[in-house]
């Protein structure tokens, strides 16, 4: 029996300048945090030295460690707009995927790590200089703050600038916490309190990092999008007038702002060129009902034989 079979690839990209503008904006607002906060850094380490203070110099090598999760996520961005490559043919979008991993990642371990640190000083509690505590608090407060706000926009549409956000959230929080604590410790002498905040501000920062650190996986692991239906996508397609039936769908995302569909079409016998019709409908309903940014088709007279085509 002979196989006739036509194939058909379509790509459609869009929103490009868009995504390119924002880019470049958070690229912009990343570079000016990143010398903000090396400036702090280096006025707690001179304060710290003038003044003797350890809990100073401490806070200027915390807030170092954040700056260089910073410059991940600024070289990331860098990296994810270089032009695609024979070798790299999606180009490198996911740099800022994987940047977005290892700052979630690392967040939480360093929330898990403060966590048990804070348990520890529950069972046994320290004495703690209220005073010293209360002014590099209010100091790291003022940085963080201004970090956090400033990276808050981006962070709704890039889990890049998201990772990082959360970097200078959980820092701004902590050093509220912190505030609370020195006024507690200073005027009611009640130690437990700065344990009993830090558990409570790192179980918040964890969920929230999380989410960041399942959402990059889950990009990095191609899944589907969490808000794609693929049932319904499915029947749509099947409504169009001439396909007789869809399979080997696979619907993942490169970044989170573009999603790629590939699937195999099936059509009555006849020419590539009448087929325009069905895969310009096809096309249509996946970039307006269903978010697609990037499609590839391939049109077949018969079913695909499951041997040569499965994934």
Known sequence: MSTHNHHDSHEHEHGHNHHHHVSSMNK???????IFNLIISFAEVVGGVISGSLSLISDAIHN???TASLILSYISIKISEKPK??????GYKRANILS???NSASLIGISIFLV???IRKFITPQHINGNTVIIVAIVGLLGNSFSALFLKQGSKNSINIKSSYLHMLSDALSSVAVIIAGIVIKYFTIYWIDPVLTIFINVVILKSSYGVLKESIDILMQGTPIDTNMEAMEKDLLNIEGIKGV?????????ENNNVFEGHIQVQDMLISESKTISDRVQHILMEHFNITHIVIQF????CNEDNCRI
């Open 116 to 118: 048990v640190e804070a």
């Open 100 to 102: 977005a991993f290892i």
């Open 85 to 90: 490559s024979k070798t790299k043919t999606y």
């Open 247 to 255: 399979h080997h769908i696979h619907v993942w995302r490169l970044d």
């Open 300 to 303: 077949e007279s018969i079913n």
């Open 64 to 66: 170092l460690s954040d």
């Open 28 to 34: 912009g607002r990343l570079f000016a945090v990143i």
